[in-house]
């Protein structure tokens, strides 16, 4: 699988933005897809995992706020954030593996198969 994210910018607290991730390659066999981020001087931390059925989960930090989707016609996932605040700025990381469900607590790169190269997400106060 290749994945590749788009939707990253700028935003005021309180706005919103809409990240999307292709997934290309070997598509024919169920998959699952997560979000994860890293701010500078932190570790990679789960956002919310979308599995092959659409069963979701989210990190406690993005419950309420984050809403993660997939359009399964399109190979597409997609991660609508609302409500933004300043510690949601971070590069956001589309993850996608055959290996499902994955693991939303773990964010190391070897613990998943395949990453996007990242997508910047500023949010300002």
């Known amino acids: 699988l290749h994945v590749m994210e788009s939707g990253g910018g700028s935003v005021q607290a309180g706005g919103s933005l809409r990240l999307s991730c292709a997934a290309s390659?070997?598509?024919?066999?169920?998959?699952?897809m997560a979000w994860f981020r890293q701010a500078p001087g932190k570790e990679r931390e789960g956002v919310a995992t979308?599995?092959?059925?659409?069963?979701?989960t989210y990190a406690d930090a993005v419950k309420g706020r984050f809403t993660i989707s997939k359009d399964n016609a399109k190979d597409t996932q997609y991660l609508q954030m609302n409500s933004l605040k300043p510690g949601d700025s971070a590069m956001y990381y589309c993850?996608?593996?055959?290996?499902?469900?994955?693991?939303?607590?773990?964010?190391?790169?070897?613990?998943?198969?395949?990453w996007g190269q990242g997508t910047q997400v500023t949010v300002s106060s």
């Open positions: 993850a996608a593996d055959f290996a499902c469900p994955i693991d939303i607590d773990d964010g190391s790169e070897s613990s998943i198969n395949y």
């Open positions: 979308i599995d092959w059925d659409g069963a979701t």
């Open positions: 390659g070997y598509t024919a066999l169920p998959y699952c």
